[in-house]
């Protein structure tokens, strides 16, 4: 996914960050605020949604001045999405008001070449990101492209109801480790059911 620019953008702006600093997404009285709501649906803390948040609207500096398209982090791809469901604060405030031009989503066509397209897009837009904010993307939100465009793309959204989710470092244990293992998914289904 990248982001597309409908008009030109402008010179490096302090005032565009002031004003995308200063912008909280969603109407002021929701009993489920936008932050609330992006925490909830990936399942995220409170504090980490925040920090996603934050790294949106450096997103959206980038996509208005880095010069060339750019491309998110999964994680912040997330956020664009969740706001762009917020039409009418999209499209009514966001872009006229705050990024004073029209930010569109642009998926991906599929295949090999838009896969190097957009992995290329995303290494340039991490090093858009360490030009424009003097320091390199958090790790947590913004993986090097290679793990944003091989492995992340495997992931899969789950209900923690219908499955049982174990971490994959627990495969390393030695035969004991196993053992350990066996005798805990053995009190997790004695207690389920």
């Known amino acids: 996914m990248r982001a597309r620019r409908s008009a030109l953008a402008p010179a490096l702006s302090s005032d565009l960050w002031h004003r995308l ?3 909280e997404v969603g109407p002021d009285a929701a009993a489920l605020t936008f932050a609330a709501r992006l925490a909830r649906e990936n399942r995220w803390s ?4 925040a920090r996603v948040i934050h790294e949106y609207k450096r997103f959206c500096y980038l996509a208005v001045t880095a010069g060339h398209e750019v491309t998110p982090s999964d994680a912040v791809d997330q956020a664009w999405h969740l706001h762009l469901t917020y039409s009418r604060d999209y499209w009514q405030s966001f872009c006229p008001n705050v990024l004073r031009i029209d930010l569109h989503h642009g998926p991906t066509n599929g295949g090999k070449a838009e896969r190097a397209r957009y992995y290329d897009q995303y290494a340039a837009t991490l090093l858009a990101y ?21 492995s992340d793309p495997k992931g899969l959204r789950v209900n923690p109801e219908d499955v049982m989710i174990l971490d994959r470092r627990v495969a390393i244990l030695g035969a004991a480790g196993w053992t350990g293992l066996g005798v805990v998914i053995a009190v997790l289904v004695g207690v389920m059911f």
């Open 46 to 49: 409170d504090d980490h949604a």
């Open 130 to 150: 360490e030009a424009a904010f003097d320091e390199p993307p958090p790790d947590d939100i913004w993986p090097a492209a290679q793990k944003r465009f091989h």
């Open 21 to 23: 600093a200063a912008y």
